[in-house]
């Protein structure tokens, strides 16, 4: 099996940065896999170090070499790619941050009229404690106004009670009165 290296360490082999050396990976112009903490490992025979280039001639070439120009044209390729990726990415969470802040609003104006309504609801409580209260009170001097005329009635009772007795002791008396006044009556009229 041939030896595998780390992204960075395949960069400085090179002479790439390491987000090229990840490019070149996702085109599959580099050879290299993931392993199982999700890092990239690259098989070191497609990175056999280049000397650094110290050309001694310093004339203008104008020809581009095809392998160069292929290159190039790989990475604006892989550049123009990731860019419409990103662009997508950020519409794509542009949309989802306009439904949250949608969303954040569609609470908060629940909030608010829960909120109304758990205001409403706790006058109308404290108006029925209040009610309660108030009927209590109600009850109670009710009640107190019934025990005053019980009381009264009771007094009117016993003087019912008494006025019987006294007209039945007048009358008892009366009746014997009546009934000497009869008998003397009849002895006055004898008498004569």
């Given amino acids: 099996m041939a030896e595998t290296i780390d992204v960075l360490e395949a960069a400085r082999r090179l ?3 390491p987000d090229a050396v ?7 112009t580099l050879e290299g896999y993931r392993d199982n903490s ?3 490992r690259i098989v070191s025979s497609d990175t056999t170090p280049r000397p650094p280039r110290h050309d001694t ?19 604006r390729d892989a550049t123009r790619a990731e860019t419409q990726e990103a662009r997508a990415d950020q519409v794509r969470m542009f949309d989802e ?3 949250l802040a949608d969303r954040h609003a569609e609470l908060h104006a629940d909030r608010v009229r829960l909120e109304a309504g758990l205001e409403r609801l706790q006058d109308e409580r404290n108006r029925a404690v209040l009610d309660a209260d108030q009927a209590k009170q109600d009850v109670k001097r009710q009640n107190e106004y019934a025990n005053t005329l019980l009381g009264q ?19 008892g ?10 008998i003397r009556w009849w002895h006055r009229w004898l008498k004569r």
């Fill in 153 to 171: 009635i009771d007094d009117l009772n016993d003087s019912l009670e008494r006025l019987r007795r006294e007209r039945q002791a007048e009358v």
């Fill in 22 to 28: 990840r490019a070149r990976l996702r085109r599959g």
């Fill in 57 to 75: 001639d310093t004339t203008r070439h104008d020809v581009v070499s095809p392998d160069l120009a292929r290159l190039l044209i790989e990475e």
């Fill in 15 to 17: 002479g790439l940065t």
């Fill in 173 to 182: 008396r009366l009746r014997t009165e009546l009934k000497q006044e009869r």
């Fill in 38 to 40: 999700g890092s990239w």
């Fill in 97 to 99: 941050l306009r439904a």
